[in-house]
């Protein structure tokens, strides 16, 4: 009865305890994490090369930052669900491309024309009425597409799919520019990935190249999950 009640007290603390690093590296490094990583790996980078393909847009550069944590110890307090998995993989891809500053409307209506066959990776199309009006505002038809006195527009945004920033370039005031890269911290796969590809550009040597930079966002993946229940979701 006593061995009983000390099973069930080590089994109930392993469920509620932290995932040590070893299990996360271990479940990190498996089969099915490992086949997950890469199948949403590669279909971002397809999405990627077919912006590079059917766009006006040159890309220039991409980063890929890939992480495994570990989950928590049971969670009295301040819930957010940490204490409910073994680990977590989370990737987030990022791609920057260079384009004239002179032709920014034909850069974006480029964009428009590649997402508008049915199917197309590209979510922004010539229906999106706001993507419209900023081309028409590149080319000097219309006034502000946000409303007089927002200024130069700078975002097309498809919730779930894709962010698509880019640098202001009228001079009538001060102008936004995609950010540099944050650093890259070093690498621990599988626990832990940071690429930039090529290591040797930067937003800076992109601008200075092409005149101007696009950047696309993707919403972070998480495409592997273990839960503390023995659940596992793979992406």
């Known amino acids: ?15 509620d305890g932290a995932t040590s690093p070893k299990t996360v590296r271990k479940l990190a490094g498996s089969v099915e994490a490992v086949k997950a990583r890469e199948q949403v790996e590669q279909e971002i980078r397809n999405t990627i090369t077919d912006w590079d393909a059917h766009t006006a847009l040159t890309l220039g550069l991409v980063t890929v930052d890939d992480s495994c944590m570990g989950g928590r110890a049971k969670e009295l307090f301040f819930q957010d669900g940490d204490d409910q998995y073994k680990i977590r993989c989370t990737m987030y891809l990022n791609a920057y491309f260079g384009a004239s500053p002179h032709h920014v409307s034909d850069s974006i209506d480029s964009i428009l024309t590649a997402g508008d066959p049915e199917g197309s990776p590209i979510p922004f199309g010539h229906d999106f009425i706001y993507a419209t009006k900023v081309v028409d505002y590149y080319r000097g038809k219309t ?10 527009p700078n975002e097309l945004f498809s919730a ?3 962010t698509l920033n880019w640098d202001q370039v009228r001079h009538n005031g001060k102008r936004e520019l995609v950010e540099e890269l944050p650093a890259c911290s070093p690498s621990d796969p599988p626990v832990h990935r940071c690429l930039r590809e090529p290591a040797s550009t930067s937003v800076t040597n992109l601008r200075r190249k092409y005149g101007m930079v696009f950047k696309l966002t993707f919403p972070s993946r998480d495409y592997f999950i273990v839960y503390k229940d023995g659940q596992t979701v793979s992406h």
């Open 1 to 15: 009865m006593v061995c009983s009640v000390a099973l069930l007290a080590v089994s109930a603390c392993s469920q």
């Open 160 to 162: 779930a799919t894709v």
């Open 143 to 152: 006034g502000d597409p946000q409303g007089p006195g927002t200024g130069e």
